[in-house]
């Protein structure tokens, strides 16, 4: 009796994207600030230590904050498309 043994690549397929950068921000007076986060461990407290210090350095006009369920795939669009009203994207990703 022959058998077969299905073998399955769990490899996720690799994605591309060519994002343009802005140029850096020698200033950040008058800047909204953004904050994003993936729910990994103490990335809130990191994010928010890099706010006050920001904010003790400089006159910001705001901050925009926006998290995700983690995973590797990344934030949805739509959490993109808001953050993206701020000047500046601080994100913290890692544990």
Known sequence: MERTIKVLDPTAK???EE????????????KV??????????GDILLLRIKEELS?????AGTVWKHWEG???GPEASIIEEIAA???VVVAIGD
Request: glycine share 12%; aromatic share 8%; net charge positive.
């Open 56 to 60: 003790r350095r400089y006159k910001l």
């Open 19 to 30: 994002i343009k950068m802005s140029a850096p921000a020698h200033d950040l007076n008058g």
């Open 14 to 16: 690799s994605r591309i």
């Open 86 to 88: 701020a000047d500046m």
């Open 71 to 73: 995973g590797g795939s």
């Open 33 to 42: 600030i953004g904050f994003m986060w993936n729910h990994k461990p103490n």
